[in-house]
């Protein structure tokens, strides 16, 4: 009865390569189009710590800028369209309606972690909060309208 564990095994290695084949191509800047790479350095001239990865016909890359080493994530098609643009930010530079938001659903919670991104020429607002052992993932848009709340 070895049989079973063999295509245990072989169906187990299928789904790793496929696994594999389906994340991200790493790639150097000399792999990318120009119009990438060009988009992005006029973007982020002061990026530091960037790394490129190609998903489908997308270019993600991965950056950090500033003093404090702000975590930045960037799409671009081929063309050097800029995507969708996520950066980790301050809590302090929540719109105030965001601010309020938060304090009329979550009174107590302190914000840990915020991020905004920027796509289709719209901005949202992801913020984790916690209180205790509770904690949340909200995303706002920029008049502080709830547009996804889970918990985390």
Aim: proline share 5%; net charge negative.
């Amino acid at each position: 009865m070895k049989t079973p564990s063999i295509l245990s095994a072989a169906f187990a290695a299928v789904a790793l390569l496929a696994g594999t084949a389906l994340h991200a191509q790493k790639l150097t800047a000399a792999q990318l189009p120009a119009p990438v790479t060009t988009a992005f350095a006029q973007a982020f001239p002061k990026a530091m710590d960037i790394e490129w990865k190609q998903k489908g016909e997308q270019y993600k890359v991965e950056f950090e800028t500033g003093l404090f080493r702000d975590d930045h994530e960037a799409w671009y098609d081929a063309s050097g369209k800029l995507l969708r643009h996520e950066e980790e930010v301050s809590a302090s530079d929540l719109p105030e309606a965001v601010k309020a938001a938060i304090a009329k659903e979550f009174p107590g919670y302190r914000t840990d972690d915020v991020k905004r991104i920027e796509a289709d020429g719209a901005t949202t607002w992801i913020v984790e909060l916690q209180n205790g052992p509770e904690e949340w993932k909200v995303a706002y848009d920029a008049a502080g309208v709830q547009l996804r709340k889970q918990a985390d």
